[in-house]
C-alpha cells in the first residue's frame, strides 16, 4: 500500500509504544483509509497516552470528568461513506488534507483486551479504527442505523487488516 499519509504517533505519560504497536497503528490507519476509499493524502496525529493524560483531554475538551479508551478530533465535517476528495482543504505547506487528531488510552487498550477476552494488538486495532471512522464522519450517537452503520464498517476494516497479516 503507497504510503501517500502521513501518520504522526507521539506518546506522552506513562504510555509508550514500542515500534511493533506504532506500525500496527500506522497499518490500521491507512487500511481503514483504504477501505472507506480515500485517496487524496492525508495527515492523522495520533497522541498514545494514559488514563490520566486522557481523563485531563476529556475533562479539558468534552467536560466529561472521567478517562476513556479513545477520543476522535476531525478536522472537518465529512459525510459517513463519502470520503474526502477536495484537495482545496490541504495544508498548503505539506499537500495534505488533515482528517483530525486522536488520543488512546494504551491503561485502557490493556484493560479492555482482557475484559473482552481478546489480544492488545485487537483492542487497539479496533479504537483507531473507530477512531478513524469518527474523523470520516461516522458516528453511534444513536442505538440504531448510525450505530450500526459504524459497526458494519469497524468489522469491515478489521477483517482486512487481519487478512493482510496472514
Known sequence: M??????????EGSASAGEKET???????????AEEGVTVPCEINVLLTDDQGIHELNRE?????RPTDVLSFPMFSYEPGVPP??????DPATGLVPLGDMAISLER?????AEYGHTEKRELSYLVTHSVLHLLGYDHLDEGPQKARMREREEAVLA???AKNR
Open 2 to 11: 503507497a504510503k501517500l499519509h502521513r501518520i504522526s504517533v507521539t506518546a
Open 109 to 113: 487498550v490493556r484493560a479492555q483486551a
Open 61 to 65: 475538551l468534552r467536560g466529561v470528568d
Open 160 to 162: 482486512a487488516l487481519d
Open 85 to 90: 476528495t477536495d484537495l482545496n482543504d490541504a
Open 23 to 33: 506500525a500496527l497503528i500506522r497499518k490500521t490507519i491507512r487500511t481503514a483509509l
